[in-house]
């Protein structure tokens, strides 16, 4: 896990590059990690204080170290400003497949970083981890996460039903997959 994590913290793009979550970089990560508006819909509880932000990147650190998860800082190019946080997860690895989760600063939605960093971490998982199939799971209200994903050819595998109770409110659960073939495109 020690190389594929090394490998994962050094992708780059053309406006983003990805670089090890560090417990330094709490205040620029405690930026969009507070706010409730980005973190509604992502599965993180909203970190209220600086403190909170810290002890979850303790536990992202931990998970990436024990081999469950890959994380890594989205970073600005050229501001050199960390943006969002991207991540690889759930490894199935009879079945050769993992999750993708991503968060961004609202500052910087719509402007195309959401879908450098998912091809980003697509072509990894297709190239360097040789997995056969990535998939996402997110909330429906979430469409800025879902045309992120359909602009990567991420196809809507299925829906459940009232799968998510956020603030005294159902939503559906969305199922993205791609497979990973020789085929396929990678943005």
């Known amino acids: 896990m020690e190389k594929r994590g090394e490998l994962f913290h050094s992708l780059e793009g053309k406006n983003i590059y990805l670089k090890s979550l560090n417990i330094r970089d709490a205040q620029e990560i405690h930026n969009y990690a507070s706010d409730q508006e980005v973190s509604q819909f992502i599965g993180w509880n909203l970190m209220s204080t600086l403190e909170e932000t810290r002890r979850y990147i303790e536990v992202m650190l931990k998970r990436e170290a024990e081999g469950t998860h890959l994380y890594s800082s989205v970073v600005e190019k050229h501001t050199h400003a960390i943006i969002g ?54 909330v429906d209200a979430n469409i800025g996460s879902a045309r992120i994903l359909e602009k990567n050819q991420y196809e809507l595998e299925g829906r459940l039903k009232d799968h998510y109770f956020i603030e005294n409110t159902y939503y559906d659960a969305l199922l993205f997959g791609k497979i990973l073939t020789s085929e396929s495109s990678f943005c």
């Open 85 to 138: 946080t991207a991540m690889i997860f759930n490894f199935d690895h009879k079945a050769n497949k993992a999750e993708i989760g991503y968060v961004l600063n609202k500052h910087h939605w719509g402007k195309g970083y959401g879908r450098e960093m998912v091809a980003m971490m697509t072509n990894f998982a297709y190239s360097s981890l040789k997995l056969h199939k990535l998939h996402a799971v997110l």
